[in-house]
């Protein structure tokens, strides 16, 4: 009768618009992976780790802001994958998990690989759903796929036991459900802007719900008519040139509590598609929670997160780009103090952007990023894994605003190969550049193997330290001079690249960088730089020896 689940839950699929998916295979969703057999027209990436599968479904979907599918086995495959889950909640990703599961008459019995999805990740997902009746698949596929997209993206995970993939149904393939539109919020816009007119040191905190072409225009137009400075969330610094003038940096890690202090003289705050999360606020600081200390205004379209941890004065629900472009036809008059205001925030990021040599002569990520502000292509995209490593890139590295940064916002390691795998397959020809640490390249740094399987010439910086550098920072800070557990003994990784297949390079001094860098770049295949960073550069900001008691 009609057709097989499987291929009734691919065709959905297909209508929606999905053309890849990541996977390990599982015996537990073998009728899918005959089905995908079948459609081609959705490229089925075969992984090495379920969290390394996960992790690009989430990349793939920050690239093409629909929803990053994944398909994994149940039980083992499907915790393995649970990363990807609590990613794509912390980055506000659309993602939907498949997962195979036992089949239906044998629910409940805690059989082999069994889990309750429902239970288990009730907490990580937006949505749970077990599809018992193969009639209703294309529906929960067009739910999942809505409610993964909207109003706030995140991750749904969907479970199929493996009997009724094989059953036959007369249902037909659903169409994508309609997106609920939304509109500019009209009147408020005049009032925003007026504020904006008066306001003397008004700030813009740009979140990641801009971060397309689209939003970035946005951003740039409203920045301009309005003369607004601009600071981007936590791992958001690519969505608007950092040489612009209007640029007042970037809500990362570390920043130094002078440079908070300038940024709360602001009198009026408007933060249009961020969430205001923990880092991006400086710890609930900037704004203060729950009271600010001074107006807010918070746009987003996610009306469960307006006034949820701050008191904003006008809290907006609303598509963040339509609304930044209704803002920037309203161009203001500002007051005279705006200039100086403006002037002093960019011209304290541009002042301490510049690489500069260390006195010490230890090599650490510095001279890579030095090298990378050089030989970076207009178009890169640009993708960091957690850690310290990446403070020289966040620091020293001035986006253009058409490069990309790819990386976890919450913080997960592991995500940085992965993500430089799914941005080849979805980006060919541009210029693909990972940094990461000897840690993150050691949790998913076997997805090197998939790069190679589909040809992608991705280019990969592992600082090696010998060390979970971050964690070692934090002891020094609160247990100084006693280090524990974060010290690592580690393989060569360039002689690991080339057992993949790959390049191996290494940088030993800071003279050697430019060149290697250069070389890398040049490369036509994938290739691995090991830097032997200098654990005493313990980040971009202080040294071991700044730390000893
Ligand atoms: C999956 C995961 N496990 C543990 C952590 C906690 N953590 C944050 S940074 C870090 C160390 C990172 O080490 P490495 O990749 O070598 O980079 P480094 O800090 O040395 O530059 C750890 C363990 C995490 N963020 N994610």
Not at 245 to 264: C, D, I, N, S, T
Not at 373 to 378: D, H
Request: proline share 8%; hydrophobic share 45%.
């Amino acid at each position: 009768m009609g057709r097989r689940a499987a291929d009734l839950l691919v065709e959905t699929l297909e209508l929606h618009g999905a053309d890849r998916a990541f996977c390990v295979p599982g015996e537990s969703y073998l009728p899918i992976l005959d089905a995908l057999h079948q459609h081609p027209a959705i490229q089925l990436v075969t992984c090495r780790h379920e969290s390394g599968a996960g992790f690009m479904a989430v990349a793939d979907a920050k690239l093409t802001k629909r929803p990053g599918l994944c398909f994994v086995s149940r039980g083992p495959g499907a915790t393995n994958a649970s990363i990807a889950l609590h990613t794509a909640e912390q980055d506000a990703v659309p993602l939907i998990l498949f997962i195979g599961q036992v089949p239906r008459g044998e629910l409940g019995r805690r059989a082999f690989q069994e889990v309750d999805y429902e239970r288990t990740f009730a907490d990580l997902a937006k949505g749970v759903w077990t599809v018992h009746d193969a009639d209703r698949l294309a529906e929960v596929v067009a739910r999942a796929w809505l409610v993964a997209s909207t109003p706030t993206p995140g991750p749904v995970v969907v479970v199929l036991p493996e009997d009724m993939l094989e059953e036959g149904t007369a249902a037909e393939p659903n169409l994508p459900f309609p997106l609920p539109r939304q509109p500019a919020a009209g009147e408020v816009v005049e009032e925003v802007a007026r504020r904006l007119s008066q306001a003397e040191r008004p700030l813009l905190i740009a979140g990641g719900c801009l971060d397309d072409e689209d939003g970035r225009a946005a951003l740039l137009a409203a920045a301009n008519a309005h003369h607004l400075p601009v600071l981007t969330s936590f791992k958001r610094q690519d969505i608007f040139p950092n040489c612009n003038p209007l640029y007042a940096g970037h809500l990362g890690f570390k920043m130094p509590a002078e440079q908070r202090e300038v940024y709360e003289e602001t009198d009026l705050l408007l933060a249009v598609g961020t969430r205001l999360g923990e880092v991006s606020t400086q710890g609930y600081r900037l704004p203060r929670a729950p009271l600010p200390r001074q107006a807010l205004i918070h746009v987003y379209p996610d009306a469960g997160h307006l006034n949820r941890v701050f008191a904003a004065e006008l809290a907006i629900a609303a598509d963040p780009c339509a609304f930044l472009r209704a803002v920037a036809e309203r161009p203001s008059q500002q007051p005279t103090t705006r200039t100086a205001w403006v002037e002093a925030l960019h011209g304290r990021i541009a002042a301490a952007r510049p690489w500069k040599r260390p006195t010490d002569g230890l090599l650490d990520m510095g001279p890579v990023v030095a090298a990378l502000c050089e030989l970076a292509k207009e178009d890169a995209i640009f993708i960091t894994d957690a850690g310290n490593f990446s403070g020289w890139l966040h620091r020293h590295f001035p986006f253009n605003g058409r490069q990309r940064l790819l990386g976890a916002v919450g913080g997960a390691m592991g995500i940085a190969v992965p993500a430089a795998v799914a941005a080849g397959l979805r980006c060919p020809g541009r210029q693909i550049i990972t940094l990461v640490g000897d840690g993150g390249f050691l949790m998913t740094g076997s997805e090197l193997a998939t790069a190679l399987q589909y040809g992608l010439p991705v280019k990969i910086f592992v600082a090696d330290n010998g060390s979970y550098g971050t964690i070692r920072l934090h002891q020094e800070r609160q247990y100084p001079g006693r280090p524990s557990a974060t010290e690592l003994l580690n393989p060569n990784f360039a002689k690991l690249a080339k057992a993949y297949g790959a390049r191996g390079l290494t940088i030993e001094t800071i003279d050697e960088a430019p060149e290697v860098v250069e070389q890398a770049l040049a490369e036509p295949g994938p290739v691995v730089v090991s830097v032997s960073s200098a654990v005493e550069h313990i980040s971009a900001f202080a040294t071991l020896s700044d730390l000893a008691p």
